[in-house]
Structure formats: C-alpha cells, structure tokens
C-alpha cells in the first residue's frame, strides 16, 4: 500500500507539471495588412442654430428704395406711443416731431440714420417663412339671446387663474399658465368643449349672444372684432385672455382626414364645408381646446388694439413671435400678393402677437375690417422674408422669453 500511494503521488505531481507547462505551439504569422481595420465612430457635429436676426446692409432689402415709406408713418408713430419711454427707443421717437410732413426721401434718411437692419433667419439658416393673414370681422348679434341669437360671446371669467412663475423660474419670464382652483389643486381651465357644453361657470358672463357658431369660432381665431346689434348700433370687442390651451388648427386637421383638399382648406372652405356638414360641426370645432374671452373696445377707436396696445392699422400692422422679434419694431416684409406670384413689398409694425404665429420668419399680416379683408386674409398663406429694423445701440433678442398676447392665428382656423 506504501508503494502505491508513492506511485500515485509521483503521477499527482508529474500531471501538475504537465499542466503548468504545456508545450507551446506558436500561431501562423498573420501579415499586419491581413487584419482588417476597425473604422473610426463618426462624429456627428451639432446642428447649427443661426442667429436670429443678423445685421445686414440697406442694399440687402427687397424693394427698399421703391418703398412708400410715408404710408407707414402713422403706424410707425403709433408703436412709439407704446415705446417712447424706453431707452433704445427714445431718440427716434423724440425725432418723429421734427418731421411733421414727411416725403419718402426724408423718412429714408429718418430710418437709415436711426435704425440698423437685421434679417431674420432660421435656425437653420433659411431666411424665408410663412407669412398669413388676419382680419376685423363683423358679426350679427344681440345683448340678449333668442331663437336666432343663440351662441354666447364670454367676457373674462372669475375662475381663470393666470399663474407667472418668473420669481421662481427666471426662464418662464412672461410664459403665464392658465388654470383654474379644484380643491388644493390647480388644474388646466375648462377647454372648448366643456364651455360649450355649459360645464364652464360662465352663466352672466356673456357680453353680446350671435347667430354663427363658426363666425364666432372665426372671431376667436382673428381676435377682435365688430358685433352688429339690431338696429344701426356696432359694437367693437377685443382680445380679453384665453383658456391656456394651445391652438390647434382645424382646417389641417380636415385635410388629415380627407374631409377637404388642401387647395380648399382656406377660412371660406372651413365655413362652406360646416354648412354642408353641420352635424358634424361641433366635433371639429372642438379639436381646436383653445377658448378666447373678450372685452368691450371703445367704439372710436381706428383700428383694434395688437398686443403692443395701441390701435392696428390695415395693411401696415402683423403679428409676430415676441420671442424673436420685438414688439413695436419696424419691419421690411417680402413676399407676395395673396394667391398670386406679384411681388408684396412693404414696411410693416411689429404690433401684435398670436396663438399660431411661432418661429423667427413668421407673421401674420392684418387686413383691416370687413368682408374684403376677409378674403385677403382667408387665401393669405404666402412664402416672405423679414428684416427687422432697430434702434442703433438696441442688442437684439437671441432667444427671448415667450411673449403672451392676442393677435390672429393664421388664416384658415
């Protein structure tokens, strides 16, 4: 037994040998070029994001010479009335009073020496946008509602809570919620459906009752406008607040759905496709959450007041984004007449701000009031270019706050 235990303790140890030093047998030599390289990982560079509003010379507007620089005086005058106190803005207003009778030469020097041109740009880089149209409407109404008066106006309810978290969130500066109190909550406000449908408590809060449900859905769309009451009496309302919903556009969602081409899909093919098909009226107008509530404008007024606050004039005033262009400033608009190629060069007031206009090359341009207006603004959805003038020593917006105002929202609902 001694013998055997020696014997397997010498196979133990001559096995464990074996495994510690196995014979080694050297691989085939592999040519360097033979191994394949492994290609580098790409690097995606960042997706450039221009400027907003570069600095450009005279030459570079569109028409500017030809310009009739005196049709858009008065407009200009009336966004000093709202910005003569800034500083920026304070020498070239003061300098409006020496210039009482103004030829086109006089106010072409007047804005080349005050004022320095930016175009506005993509953040792509792209310099054109979409430019549409928005009007003062005229609807039929009472103060009291009947058979034919049946769809309330609402003035601003008691239970809409605007909260501004800017103290707390520098960034939401001028970005205001809307909601309303449920308990210890605050939740979103009632949207469209539920104010139709009498859930909101707005009963007292109606200012005038009208007989269009879609002219009414128009006239939040446009933002203010003219009500007719029986007799010889007009009414003028304008924009009061809204429901805090974002707005939506019916007439693409026609066209999603197949209901309406898109050639067709213009304010007056909205209204022509609801009177063919008014059952199903309610439920599209409801897509749209978004709810506007007015006031009561004084009558003598010559135009509707823009978010800037002062009166818009026909053909001279557009709505913007306040985030890139500033309220009030002076803007060269290229583009062309409503579905037409002729050429539509103009000096316009940044005056007003609305639900759908967002992005830096984007404006809506006011008509005016009436049936007329109507049509320009309703077939407007023309391609433009914009040029911002501001007051030499004026630092423009990069990326501003969010601005809130009234305004229209594009043509075509």
């Avoid at 970005?175 to 707005?202: F, H, K, Q, S, T």
């Avoid at 879609?214 to 009496?233: D, R």
């Avoid at 026909?314 to 583009?335: C, E, M, Q």
Wanted: glycine fraction near 10%; include cysteine.
């Amino acid at each position: 037994m001694k013998n055997l235990l020696a014997l397997l303790f010498t196979l133990a140890v001559s096995a464990c040998a074996t495994l510690e030093k196995p014979t080694a047998v050297p691989p085939p030599a592999v040519p360097p070029q033979a191994i394949p390289a492994i290609p580098p990982v790409p690097v995606v560079p960042p997706t450039p994001v221009a400027p907003p509003l570069q600095s450009v010379g005279w030459e570079a507007l569109a028409g500017w010479q030809d310009e009739d620089l005196a049709a858009a005086w008065d407009a200009f005058k009336q966004s000093c009335v709202a910005l003569q106190k800034q500083p920026a803005w304070q020498a070239p207003c003061a300098a409006t009073l020496e210039i009482p009778s103004p030829s086109n030469a006089a106010l072409r020097e007047f804005f080349e020496q005050y004022f320095i041109p930016y175009q506005a740009t993509q953040p792509d880089g792209g310099s054109e946008g979409l430019i549409t149209g928005y009007y003062e409407p005229l609807l039929n109404g009472s103060r009291t509602p009947s058979k034919r008066f049946r769809y309330p106006l609402y003035g601003l309810p008691d239970d809409l809570l605007i909260v501004d978290l800017s103290s707390v969130y520098p960034e939401l500066k001028n970005m205001r919620l809307r909601g309303r109190i449920d308990g210890r909550r605050v939740v979103p406000y009632y949207n469209r459906a539920e104010i139709d449908n009498g859930v909101a408590p707005l009963k007292g809060k109606e200012l005038y009752w009208v007989d269009d449900a879609v002219e009414l859905f128009f006239l939040q769309i446009q933002g203010s406008g003219k009500i007719a009451l029986p007799g010889s009496e007009t009414m003028r309302v304008g924009y009061a607040d809204q429901n805090g919903y974002p707005y939506k556009s019916i007439g693409k969602a026609l066209v999603e759905r197949g209901d309406l081409p898109l050639e067709k899909a213009s304010m007056q093919g909205i209204k022509d496709w609801g009177k063919q098909n008014p059952d199903k009226l309610p439920e599209l107008l409801n897509l749209n959450a978004s709810y506007v509530f007015f006031r009561e404008l004084p009558n003598n007024l010559p135009g509707p007041l823009g978010a800037l606050g002062v009166p818009l004039t026909a053909g001279r005033s557009i709505a913007v984004d306040p985030r890139h262009i500033p309220l009030g400033a002076p803007v060269f608009l290229s583009t062309t007449w409503p579905n037409s190629a002729k050429p539509l060069n103009r000096l316009m007031l940044a005056q007003d701000t609305g639900g759908a206009i967002r992005g830096v090359v984007r404006a809506d341009f006011f008509w005016g009031f009436g049936k007329d207006a109507g049509k320009q603004a309703g077939s407007m959805k023309q391609s433009g270019k914009m040029w911002v003038l501001l007051p030499k020593g004026y630092t423009p917006p990069q990326n501003g706050a969010t601005g809130n105002g009234q305004g229209g929202n594009g043509n075509g609902g």
